[in-house]
Nanobody, 116 residues
Framework: QVQFVESGGGLVQPGGSLRLSCAAS????????MRWYRQAPGKERELVAT????????DYADSVKGRFTISRDNAKNTVWLQMNSLKPEDTAVYYC?????????WGQGTQVTVSS
């Protein structure tokens, strides 16, 4: 069955960095577009970053552009989100997402808290 193991979340001070990992299994990882979403308390889930199935194309929300970097290794079935210059408004649960035509899978989420 489809499984995700998300890790790397935690508490960090403003200006700090975190690297989220999402290790996937149970599907053909290299066919899927991978995305990171986040959801803050009381807010709708927001698309943060997208990477193509091959990894040669990425896209970011304006709010994180220049600070976050999405990457993947299809040999390891893993996608990462490097987050730099973190701000309190980046506080949210972060979810990895796999998308291929009508097939969509979600990770369980990892909490990121940016606070002094």
């Amino acid at each position: 069955q489809v499984q995700f193991v998300e890790s790397g979340g935690g508490l960090v001070q403003p200006g700090g960095s975190l690297r989220l990992s999402c290790a996937a299994s149970g599907f053909t990882f290299n066919k899927y577009v991978m995305r990171w979403y986040r959801q803050a308390p009381g807010k709708e889930r927001e698309l943060v970053a997208t990477i193509s199935s091959s990894g040669d194309s990425t896209d970011y929300a304006d709010s994180v552009k220049g600070r976050f970097t999405i990457s993947r290794d299809n040999a390891k079935n893993t996608v990462w989100l490097q987050m730099n210059s973190l701000k309190p408004e980046d506080t949210a649960v972060y979810y990895c997402n796999a998308y291929y035509f009508r097939l969509v899978y979600w990770g369980q989420g990892t909490q990121v808290t940016v606070s002094s």
